[in-house]
């Protein structure tokens, strides 16, 4: 089984020098799951993804039980599915809404048509 640790940090605190650890914000190593009907924004967002070292699971329609893929770190998600929101969040998965829709607003929304990278960066904030 891999483990993985937090990379230690160095900050200067007053007069002392401390190391601390600080959590992993990043998407290396993390199973991300990206849900889009169209194959070309969710292609952009796995190259996206995949460039910041994360493996990606895309999937076309929304269902529940996919909150139950092995080592899920975080969700991109192109609709609300209440269920799986649910799921997600009794699970402490991180996960963001990527939508044109305008019936949204919320802080995990992320309005099309944002960049991949702006994607993966807000993804990158949520996880910690």
């Known amino acids: 089984m891999e483990q993985m640790y937090a ?27 990206i849900v889009q009907r169209s194959w070309l924004i969710a ?3 796995a190259a996206a993804f995949e460039t910041s070292g994360a493996k990606v699971v895309i999937v076309k329609n929304l269902h529940p039980d996919l909150a ?5 770190s975080a ?3 192109d609709s609300a599915s209440h269920e799986l929101c ?5 699970k402490a998965i991180p996960f963001v809404l990527y939508t044109a829709q305008n019936q949204f607003e ?7 048509p944002a960049s991949p990278k702006e994607v993966v960066a807000r993804v990158e904030e949520l996880l910690t």
């Open 86 to 90: 649910r799921e997600l969040e009794a």
């Open 68 to 72: 139950n893929i092995p080592n899920l």
């Open 7 to 33: 990379p230690s940090v160095h900050l200067k605190v007053g007069d002392h020098d401390r190391h601390r650890l600080m959590p992993r914000r990043s998407a290396q190593g993390r199973v991300i799951l």
């Open 75 to 77: 969700a991109v998600l």
């Open 106 to 112: 919320a802080e995990s929304v992320i309005k099309k």
């Open 43 to 45: 292609s952009g967002l």
